[in-house]
């Protein structure tokens, strides 16, 4: 089992930065990749960028690269979403998420362990 703690949402102005943390505990050994996803209101739910947790390899949605940066501190267990020049539509509940294995990045299905998330709301 690997639990998941997201931290860091607020509200925030158009044009402003947030970043996001993401602490895993439990069997945190048997995680390969780390991803974000996020959850607009009426909207399903969509993948925002991953990382491997070996090798660092990183995947972001097209609509995120140039603004968001993610990262991990493998000796905290830990990943982050640096969020700049925040839209009014990326409004969102963010998710973390771990995958056991190399399936798909960008696929919710091949992450079995969620955190709760954290709400981000961008005013315009």
């Known amino acids: 089992q690997v639990q998941l703690v997201e931290s860091g949402g607020g509200l925030v102005q158009a044009g402003d930065s947030l970043r996001l943390s993401c602490t895993a505990s439990?069997?945190?050994?048997?995680?390969?990749?780390m991803g974000w996803f996020r959850r607009a209101p009426g909207q399903e739910r969509e993948f925002v960028a991953s990382?491997?947790?070996?090798?660092?390899?990183?995947y972001y949605a097209d609509f995120v690269r140039g603004r968001f940066t993610i990262s991990r501190d493998k000796s905290k267990n830990t990943v982050y979403l640096q969020m700049n020049s925040l839209k009014p539509e990326d409004t969102a509940v963010y998710y973390c998420?771990?995958?056991?294995?190399?399936?798909?990045?960008?696929?919710?299905?091949?992450?079995?362990?969620w955190g709760q998330g954290t709400q981000v709301t961008v005013s315009s």
């Open positions: 439990g069997r945190t050994f048997s995680i390969y990749r």
């Open positions: 990382i491997t947790w070996s090798g660092g390899l990183i």
């Open positions: 998420a771990a995958a056991r294995g190399p399936g798909a990045s960008s696929s919710t299905a091949d992450y079995a362990y």
